[in-house]
Nanobody
Framework: QVQLVESGGGLVQAGGSLRLSCAAS????????MGWFRQPPGKEREFVAG????????SYTDSVKGRFTISRDNAKNTVYLQMNSLKPEDTAVYFC?????????????????WGQGTQVTVSS
C-alpha cells in the first residue's frame, strides 16, 4: 500500500520560512517523479514544484521561483519543499504527489498517489 505523509506545515509570519517533508512508502521512490501542489481556500489545487526521479531539472510555478526549493533524498524516500520569504498568498493546504512517468507534470491528474496534505498559514 502506497503512503505519502506530509509534515512541517504550520503558522508563520510573512517573511518567514518553513520546510515541508513528504515521506513515501510502498513504492520504489527513486523511480517516481515527485511534486508539491497546494490548494488555497476556495480555490483549485495548483502545481508548486516538481522534481524528476533521476535528479534532473526541477520545475516551479512562477510565483514561488527564487523562494521555494524542492529536493529529494532517495535513500530516505523523502521529498522536501524549503519555503522562504513566505507571503500571505502562500497560505494553502500543501500536498505531495508521486507520478510514475519520467517528466514533471503540472496537472494534478497526472499524478498517481497523493498525501493527505499539511496546512501552511502565513500571517501578514
Amino acid at each position: 500500500q502506497v503512503q505519502l505523509v506530509e509534515s512541517g506545515g504550520g503558522l508563520v509570519q510573512a517573511g518567514g520560512s518553513l520546510r515541508l517533508s513528504c515521506a513515501a512508502s510502498g513504492l520504489t521512490f527513486s523511480r517516481y517523479v515527485m511534486g508539491w501542489f497546494r490548494q488555497p481556500p476556495g480555490k483549485e489545487r495548483e502545481f508548486v514544484a516538481g522534481i524528476p526521479w533521476f535528479g534532473g531539472r526541477t520545475s516551479y510555478t512562477d510565483s514561488v521561483k527564487g523562494r521555494f526549493t524542492i529536493s529529494r533524498d532517495n535513500a530516505k524516500n523523502t521529498v522536501y519543499l524549503q519555503m522562504n520569504s513566505l507571503k500571505p498568498e502562500d497560505t494553502a493546504v500543501y500536498f505531495c504527489a508521486a507520478d510514475g512517468s519520467t517528466r514533471v507534470a503540472l496537472i494534478p491528474t497526472a499524478y498517481d498517489y497523493w498525501g493527505q496534505g499539511t496546512q501552511v498559514t502565513v500571517s501578514s
